[in-house]
DNA sequence: ACCACCTTTGCAAACGTTTGCTATTATAAT
DNA sequence: ATTATAATAGCAAACGTTTGCAAAGGTGGT
């Protein structure tokens, strides 16, 4: 019999592995004595218990599955952690997992993570059909959507009110003079990217300014459809001008300004930028890129508790979880201000 | 009994768990027809194999533990990132662990990482008295290292030459004309710190120049140590008088930024800084912070196959792998270059 | 001296697999 | 018809726990 284990202790002191088991988990009613005399085995051997054996005996192995599209991103990154931070005192630990924005590598994951079966998943998907997900909400595991709304039932979702991001980036540009705002969004086969567009039209439409279709791009979120959308926008510039454009994620935003860079052109002089996500550096003695941000402090803190009571409970709650938080406006250097020119720079 | 369990699946099928298993696992050697019968029965029932049972019976779970200061800094992002595309082909999964930077919340997340038998770990400690980690070694788990040497034996360790880490710093600032540098040191418990310092002390000495103690300043690679470091060395500067401070790690590198310019000094014209870690914007149309870069990437990617030769070969390899990357020099804005006055600003 | 009851501990099944060995049956060789 | 051989499938133990129930032993009351 293996040494270390339960069995063994129990056997070297004469007792039975149940004995032995109820002290470890301080179920034990009986015999001080005999406590004391199991307790100090335990010691002698430092005896650590088998996890494994556990989960399998409990059919619970205290692990949460975070599905992302790229933890070494910042946002991401803040989000995992403060999970972590809010899940940890419960003992509960998160296993990781990088689909690198690919559907393919986001379905495999689900299903490897089915079968070890997780206690629960926060999922920022990139492929919200969902289908490999069905499987968690039919054994009722919690479900938390960081990223979008899911179009399932049974999950539950934490993420900033896109819309309203949306109208905070217009209503700043149109608040330092800008009329002609393009933008550059994301799949809109998410509720992410579509309301984010949303958002873009109905602040246009509340201040009466007619929405130019010619100044509406679309994109993937990487790098390269940033870059490839501005391009289009500034080769169509005789004929569909704009001062400014709004765009909706931090890799996009970052392709975009190398475009006008490729160009010679100015930001912001000859355009303003407005980003998304874009964590600038600490240090802000520097230059910084404007930009619409989410709290992902306080969304991965919301995650961690949502899921703790999910857990706790043991109940899956009658309704899906639906918490928006307030994306905010973080001023930088790239947007120009023609309502007080030439006092910015 | 449980449905959705091989047991059941064979017993409907009039057939034992054993064979079952066994075209599961696509061991099995037998009639052809029976094969299909289960085959369509694990599919009818859509059978998904418990991971958990399977990882006791053959005690490997698949599972690489990563234990790291900061989940959110993009240096370890980014290395978790390279190390997951490593071993997940191989079926390996991540899970991590945040410590928060303390050792206290480091020795807990590995003793219950031992005790759910993680098949082998990645820890960037800040506390190498190592004893937490006996455990792994003692049980031929393997353990890599990827900030500083360890003290113990049987741990591997992939990390950037420190020593040299300071010397391009130094070399650098000397190319520039400076000659009175200063540096904040991290923790000198660490062979990261110690080495850093002493790459910082031999390029000054190979250059003739004397070192001057009250020019070393430490801290604990936090940003508020940053900052008092920085304020020190500036309320001294009469006395010891310095153009230029190397920072040795991000945060200490913002705070003394910030230090600065809480005392309305410029950066680089009244004190140059070179910085660690930094990740300046992709966006490279922007100021950026000149700074000693490791590897992230290539470090990450060294550690996943060198675990994976670790885990699959089974044996514990008989001498520790120690592999130094080389650090890098990213040129930015914010070191004085006083070899061509005036050219660079 | 008997019964009732409480205290202390153990038995055995269960969690869901994997796998060495054996049993059964069919096939072929003599 | 007998035996050797191969093909097929199952038994049962093992992985290391947990836990409902039962058994053993002890105590005290009558």
């Keep these: 019999m293996n040494k270390g284990t339960l069995k063994y202790i129990a056997k070297e002191l004469g007792l039975s592995a149940s004995t032995v088991s109820r002290v470890v988990n301080g179920k034990y009613e009986g015999n001080e004595k005999t406590k004391q005399r199991v307790l100090e085995a335990l010691e002698k051997h430092s005896y650590i218990p088998n996890e ?50 690919k559907a393919e590598k986001e379905r495999k994951y689900l299903d490897i993570l089915y079968k070890r079966r997780v206690d629960a998943l926060v999922l920022a998907t990139i492929d919200s059909n969902g289908d490999a997900v069905s499987k968690f909400i039919a054994n009722d595991i919690p479900v938390v959507f960081i990223d979008n709304i899911p179009k399932l039932d049974g999950i539950s979702a934490i993420t900033i009110d896109n819309k309203k991001a949306g109208q905070i980036a217009v209503d700043y540009l149109l608040s330092c003079g800008h009329t002609q705002i393009a933008t550059i969004i994301g799949s809109t086969s998410e509720t992410t990217g579509a309301d984010r567009l949303a958002g873009y039209c109905s602040a246009l439409s509340d201040n009466n300014i007619e929405k130019n279709d010619s100044l509406i791009k679309f994109g993937d979120y990487k790098l390269d459809s940033g870059y490839k959308a501005m391009c289009e926008l500034l080769d169509n510039r005789d004929k569909a001008h704009f001062t400014a454009v709004f765009v909706t994620s931090e890799q996009m935003t970052y392709g975009a300004l190398r475009a006008i860079r490729d160009r010679n052109l100015n930001v912001p002089d000859d355009i303003s930028v407005i980003g998304f996500d874009i964590h600038n550096l600490k240090d802000d003695r520097r230059q910084m890129i404007t930009t619409v941000r989410q709290p992902e402090d306080i969304i991965g803190k919301n995650v961690g508790e949502l899921l703790l009571t999910h857990l706790r409970e043991n109940d899956t709650p009658k309704e899906d979880t639906r918490i928006f938080l307030e994306p905010f406006l973080q001023k930088g250097d790239t947007v120009k201000n023609f309502k007080k020119e030439n006092i910015l720079f």
């Excluded at 205290?62 to 999970?83: C, N, R």
């Design 52 to 101: 494994v054996a556990r989960s399998l005996q409990k059919s619970s192995t205290e692990t949460i599955a975070v599905v992302l599209p790229d933890i070494s991103e910042t946002f991401f990154g803040t989000i995992v952690k403060e999970i972590e931070n809010e899940v940890s005192d419960s003992g509960y630990m998160l296993i990781l997992a990088d689909t690198h924005e």
